[in-house]
């Protein structure tokens, strides 16, 4: 059974940082063969894509809104993807999921996420003014 647990949610004053982390694990799952993504969802709104990453490490995909302050990373080694988050705004509150899907990063980003394979538990993040 896959499990994405993140990690690294909190509370934080606008223009902080933050570093989400999201640990696959279950069987012979790999993050290695799978496309890895960050999504988000605000209390009342849908889960929005935030930011995607390829198999290998390629070229990232992020949403405009976090374009410039927030940078997604992996370690395929430790089965691990990053979330660091900078200059925070009290708009990126939200809860953070990890995502994993055998897509490209780039279809990971415009795909209805309801088609997402594996989802993460979530992660509260809170940035206040």
């Known amino acids: 059974q896959v499990q994405l647990v993140e990690s690294g949610g909190g509370l934080v004053q606008a223009g902080g940082s933050l570093r989400l982390s999201c640990a696959a694990s279950?069987?012979?799952?790999?993050?290695?063969?799978?496309?890895m993504g960050w999504f988000r969802q605000a209390p009342g709104k849908e889960r929005d894509f935030v930011a995607t990453?390829?198999?290998?490490?390629?070229?990232?995909y992020y949403a405009d809104s976090v374009k410039g302050r927030f940078t997604i990373s992996r370690d395929n080694a430790k089965n691990t993807v990053y979330l660091q988050m900078n200059s925070l705004k009290p708009e990126d509150t939200a809860v953070y999921y990890c995502?994993?899907?055998?897509?490209?990063?780039?279809?990971?980003?415009?795909?209805?996420?309801?088609?997402?394979?594996?989802w993460g538990q979530g992660t509260q993040v809170t940035v206040s003014s």
């Open positions: 279950g069987g012979i799952f790999s993050i290695s063969k799978n496309a």
């Open positions: 990453i390829s198999r290998s490490g390629g070229t990232p």
């Open positions: 995502a994993a899907d055998r897509a490209t990063a780039q279809a990971m980003s415009v795909m209805p996420v309801g088609s997402i394979d594996y």
